[in-house]
């Protein structure tokens, strides 16, 4: 899947329920869902417990991780730092030159 990533969907997650009490492995699941197996994996493991692997509560999971990543500070960028940086380089060569003067 070169380009950009796609989240799982909730639809993709029934499937992929369905398709490991099938008995399927994830190769195969990754293969009719057209993900890379290592997106199917992950989500299998992050996911499974003492009942398995199970959609819903997935899910609802899910939601909750990325609500809480999306209220959580954040770091400067980069771009912020370098323009925060070369701020401060440039007063102090402007303080520099006005010395020698």
């Known amino acids: 899947?070169?380009?950009?990533?796609?989240?799982?969907q909730y639809e993709e997650r029934?499937?992929?329920?369905i398709l490991r009490r099938q008995g399927l492995s994830v190769s195969e699941i990754a293969r009719q869902l057209r993900r890379d197996k290592s997106t199917v994996s992950r989500d299998v493991r992050r996911?499974?417990?003492q009942?398995?692997?199970?959609?819903?509560?997935?899910?609802r999971r899910t939601t909750e991780r990325r609500s809480a990543a999306s209220s959580a500070?954040?770091?400067?960028t980069?771009?912020?730092?370098?323009?925060?940086?070369?701020a401060v380089e440039s007063r102090r060569g402007a303080l520099?030159?006005?010395?020698k003067q």
Do not use: D, E
């Open 47 to 49: 996911n499974s417990g």
């Open 96 to 99: 520099a030159l006005a010395r």
């Open 78 to 86: 980069a771009a912020v730092w370098v323009v925060s940086s070369c």
């Open 1 to 8: 899947m070169p380009g950009c990533y796609r989240h799982l």
């Open 51 to 59: 009942a398995g692997y199970r959609c819903k509560p997935t899910q």
């Open 14 to 17: 029934c499937q992929i329920q």
């Open 73 to 76: 500070p954040r770091k400067l």
